[in-house]
């Protein structure tokens, strides 16, 4: 069963910083985008981040400048480096991979359990 193990959440203060990790954690055949969606209480889940096999990205406009996704694909993880943090930030951020589990099989999206990113004084 694949999973996505995410780490780096937690509680920061107005203009700080915080980098989440998300690993994928068995081998699988095929990893295409990988990203961040968040939600925060009494919103609709948003995209945060994304970034394609070949490393082409796009942000929400509310994170440019201020987030940077990457990937490792030798080591199947994508990484959200979280600065100049704002309390809107504030939400539980999930990872997702649209991933062929094995060889010549669909790709799906599979999801992180969610980290929780507080960021307040």
């Known amino acids: 069963q694949v999973q996505l193990v995410e780490s780096g959440g937690g509680l920061v203060q107005p203009g700080g910083s915080l980098r989440l990790s998300c690993v994928v954690s068995e081998r699988v055949f095929g990893i295409d985008t990988m990203g961040w969606y968040r939600q925060a209480p009494g919103k609709e889940r948003e995209l945060v981040a994304a970034?394609?096999?070949?490393?082409?990205?796009n942000y929400a406009d509310s994170v440019k400048g201020r987030f940077t996704i990457s990937r490792d694909n030798a080591k199947n993880t994508v990484y959200l480096q979280m600065n100049s943090l704002k309390p809107e930030d504030t939400a539980v951020y999930y990872c997702?991979?649209?991933?062929?589990?094995?060889?010549?099989?669909?790709?799906?999206?599979?999801w992180g359990q969610g980290t929780q990113v507080t960021v307040s004084s």
């Open positions: 970034i394609t096999s070949r490393h082409s990205t």
């Open positions: 997702y991979a649209d991933i062929s589990p094995v060889y010549n099989s669909r790709y799906n999206t599979y």
